[in-house]
Nanobody, 117 residues
Framework: QVQLAESGGGWVQAGGSLRLSCVAS????????VAWHRQAPGKEREVVAR???????IYADAVKGRFTISIDNAKNTVYLQMDRLKPEDTAVYYC???????????WGQGTQVTVTF
């Protein structure tokens, strides 16, 4: 099973940007589709974006036009570029194999994103 690990979270003011990285332990083609989901305290988990290894992307309405998911197959890495961040984007962000959803075995440990006013 391919293991995935996130990085790139941090603190940012509203309107700012962050780029998250999701690195696979093996050839990312084995994953087929990588998804990012987020978990905020007291809220339901939310899948924000996913991308297939062929490059097809899907976004949640809440992030459409602000987030961009991309894949670098040579680096076994998926990126989540987050622009025009809002305080409501504050959450722990996780990446993983979409085929396991809603289970998250093999997903990363998460990276915290905090957006302040």
């Amino acid at each position: 099973q391919v293991q995935l690990a996130e990085s790139g979270g941090g603190w940012v003011q509203a309107g700012g940007s962050l780029r998250l990285s999701c690195v696979a332990s093996n050839v990312i083609y084995n994953v087929n589709t990588v998804a990012w989901h987020r978990q905020a305290p007291g809220k339901e988990r939310e899948v924000v974006a996913r991308i297939s290894t062929s490059g097809r992307t899907i976004y949640a309405d809440a992030v459409k036009g602000r987030f961009t998911i991309s894949i670098d197959n040579a680096k076994n890495t998926v990126y989540l570029q987050m622009d025009r961040l809002k305080p409501e984007d504050t959450a722990v962000y996780y990446c993983g194999d979409w085929r396991t959803w809603p289970k998250t075995e093999g997903w990363g440990q998460g990276t915290q994103v905090t957006v302040t006013f």
